[in-house]
């Protein structure tokens, strides 16, 4: 095995971090008005696939156990895999070991599906949606998502990142999480940020070009700005 997971410190910080995700998951989870079951199957859901992503690392399929084992504060500490290994420094210096960072990734991973699932609750409240609730529900909880956003990984950091982002405009704005999960982008995978940028510049663009309220003279003016 690529890390030795069978000793006291695993055990203690790996107790610490599963009842810390247990508090949190029902707090954050009834924050997003989910009930109590839901809260529970996702987080099950989830975590089954975080323990297939640990083990298939402990045999060296992934990145993750390398970011721990070799973990130490680097040169460039604010960007891609640098930000790996320096960031698993700093939990290790906390005490925090690796099946308990792999059960912090999996809480975000668990966060992320909350979100998704929160806005298609949402979006499907209405009777003319109602027939994409399950259509939507099934793509949202995909093996593929659930497996990939599970353990020590940039992709785990990435799309948690995407989900806060979208959840910070989504509804009402929230300045604290947009610019939270833009610097989780930017350190986790900084070559995403300019995609995003013209992402959302064109979003803005084309809402405006279709503004039948808003004067052609105008429209050029705002976006050209």
Same mark, same amino acid.
């Given at each position: ?125 209405? #009777?003319? =949606?109602?027939? &994409? /609730?399950?259509? !939507?529900? @099934? *793509?949202?909880? %995909? ?28 509804? #009402?704005? =929230?300045?604290? &999480? /947009?610019?939270? !999960?833009? @610097? *989780?982008?930017? %350190? ?38």
């Amino acid at each position: 095995m690529a890390v030795d997971i069978y000793n006291l410190s695993e055990l203690v910080s790996s107790i610490f971090v599963f009842m810390l995700s247990i508090f949190l998951i029902f707090k954050i989870g009834k924050s997003l008005k989910l009930n109590e079951n839901e809260i529970i199957l996702i987080f099950c859901w989830h975590s089954f696939f975080a323990f297939f992503f640990m083990i298939n690392d402990l045999f060296n399929g992934h990145d993750g156990s390398a970011w721990y084992n070799r973990a130490y504060i680097r040169k460039n500490f604010y960007f891609g895999n640098d930000f790996m290994y320096s960031f698993s420094s700093v939990l290790q210096s906390l005490k925090v070991k690796y099946v308990a960072q792999n059960l912090m990734y999996n809480l975000l991973g668990t966060f992320t599906t909350f979100i998704f699932y929160t806005k298609i609750k949402e979006l499907c409240r209405y #009777k003319s =949606n109602k027939k &994409f /609730f399950f259509i !939507s529900s @099934v *793509l949202v909880f %995909l093996p593929g998502l659930m497996f990939w956003s599970s353990g020590i990984s940039k992709d785990s950091i990435t799309i948690f990142a995407f989900a806060l982002l979208y959840y910070s405009v989504n509804s #009402k704005f =929230n300045i604290y &999480f /947009f610019l939270f !999960s833009l @610097v *989780l982008i930017l %350190l986790a995978r900084p070559f995403l940020v300019p995609f995003f940028f013209a992402g959302l510049y064109l979003y803005y663009f084309f809402k405006l070009f279709f503004d039948k309220k808003t004067k052609y003279q105008k429209k050029i003016a705002q976006g050209i700005i």
